[in-house]
């Protein structure tokens, strides 16, 4: 099956809301993705939403209380850490977990999320997320210099989850990461400046995405205090 069609089809999945049967999405996986064919060397592509459900997988197999991924989240990150975000939302809402693509939460609470990833909270009431060394490894990048996304046709570079922002938001200064939002969103940390910030929208355009005319000038004018 080709990656445009296996793409398209988990968009289907997730607007029909078929998410609650996860080996449905598992079985296209191991079916038609994993082992399609050998490109003849490591590639870079970005796909937003089949990197979720891997995610969601691999949670799945390592978990010994056979917990869902959203259920997951919510005992392990969102629980201990007092952030108010779900994947998925209470069965009467909207059940489907689609790891990827539908976390529900605010800017605030993604800017503190970034925060809870680098340092503990509330003067040490709420611990980090994760540890110093798995963050060093989360947020170096795997993409070749240089090298053209298979996916997008543009030039980008991903850490273990993470864009890391070094080049496309050199201004906020080294090691600088976070992920850009389907409509124009975006939660980031910008460890060397200890700013942590997140943009969301009321109004979703489906047709932008990464740095547009909306976010730019709010990131630009954070820099501009930075940098004088």
Sequence with gaps: ?????????????????????????????????????????SVDGYYSLTYGWLTGE?????????????????????????????????SSEQHPEVPAANGITNAWLIARFYSLLLDDGDDGKYKRILSEDIMKLATKSNTPDGELDLVSQTH??????????DKILPRLGSGSFGHFGAG?????????????????????????????????????KIADKFNK
């Design 58 to 90: 691999l949670v799945r197999h390592v978990d010994l209380k056979q917990r869902s991924f959203g259920q997951f989240i919510q005992d392990e990150i969102s629980l201990p850490s007092n952030l108010e975000f779900y994947i998925g939302l209470p």
């Design 184 to 220: 124009g969103s975006i939660g980031l940390a910008a460890p060397s400046y200890n700013l942590y910030f997140a943009y969301v929208m009321n109004r979703l355009d489906a047709t932008v995405a990464g740095l547009n005319n909306r976010i730019e000038p709010i990131l630009t």
């Design 1 to 41: 099956m080709h990656y445009s069609i296996f793409f398209l089809l988990l968009i289907f999945v997730f607007i029909r809301g078929i998410t609650p049967g996860w080996e449905f999405v598992y079985d296209l996986f191991r079916d038609n993705f994993i082992e399609y064919r050998d490109l003849g060397a």
């Design 156 to 165: 980008t570079s991903f850490g273990m989850g993470f864009m890391i922002f």
